[in-house]
């Protein structure tokens, strides 16, 4: 923690940084499971394309 606002957007390698990261990884990681649920599952096609 470097005495800034733990919320704040900053850029570089900053605790902030490595907040905003980890939170947005988690949005993305949310919206591939709810794409996978409603039945369009992006690894299912990439294994297909494949020939696996």
């Known amino acids: 923690y470097n005495g800034v ?3 704040a ?3 570089g390698w900053t605790p902030q ?3 905003w990261n980890g939170r947005l990884a988690a949005i993305g990681f949310l ?3 709810l ?3 409603a039945g369009f599952s ?3 096609d990439v294994l297909h394309l494949i020939g696996y």
Request: aromatic share 22%.
């Open 5 to 7: 606002d733990r919320n």
């Open 9 to 11: 957007f900053l850029f």
């Open 17 to 19: 940084a490595e907040l």
């Open 31 to 33: 919206a591939y499971l």
């Open 35 to 37: 794409w996978d649920l």
């Open 42 to 44: 992006v690894l299912r």
